[in-house]
């Protein structure tokens, strides 16, 4: 997984979204830390292992889903990178090209282990507080921990790097045909 190419792709649809709406100028990060917040509630809604009061908390696997032939887990994974990556360009508008992004992208693979002792509800707990957190400080060493726990939790689904990656690719080719359609 290339993330330098992720950041310019993201880049590129947050360029297109802010000239089409007319956001120039305008601080939209408040803004993609709720959407990334509700982005991963859904994901935690789609995994359904939290609910404990619910005979089914397997994931439901939808045909109808234009990511991976029905996994909407995914779906929902990617639209999170999305604003992860937004959200790290907000930061930094040229985080793509900073050492940081060079240095994660070299370590990406090695980034990303299974953590067997770490439950998938504390994950998510834990993604919760660090977008918070961010949100609060906006230090670069908070956002780092997200992606580090982002992948992880990506790991912990049964998502490999490649599977990301494709989704996100995909998704990204929706969101400019939803721009092109006057989403």
Wanted: with cysteine; aromatic share 10%; glycine share 4%.
């Amino acid at each position: 997984m290339n993330l330098i190419k992720l950041f310019e792709t993201q880049s590129k649809l947050d360029a297109r979204i802010v000239e089409e709406k007319s956001l120039q100028g305008r601080d939209m990060l408040p803004e993609k830390i709720l959407a990334l917040l509700v982005e991963l509630g859904e994901l935690a809604n789609e995994w359904r292992g939290f609910k404990f009061w619910s005979n089914k908390q397997s994931p439901a696997i939808r045909p109808s889903n234009p990511i991976e032939h029905g996994n909407p887990m995914l779906e929902e994974y990617v639209d999170c990178l999305h604003f992860i990556l937004s959200i790290g360009l907000e930061l930094h508008p040229k985080i793509m090209h900073m050492e940081w992004s060079k240095y994660l992208n070299a370590r990406v693979k090695d980034l990303v282990t299974k953590n067997e002792h770490v439950s998938i509800t504390d994950m998510f707990n834990g993604l919760f507080r660090l977008v918070i957190t961010f949100h609060d400080k906006q230090e670069l060493t908070d956002y780092t921990r997200l992606i580090y726990l982002f992948f992880n939790l990506g790991r912990k689904l049964d998502f490999t790097l490649d599977d990301i990656e494709t989704a996100y690719y995909t998704k990204n080719e929706i969101n400019h045909s939803r721009q092109n359609n006057g989403y």
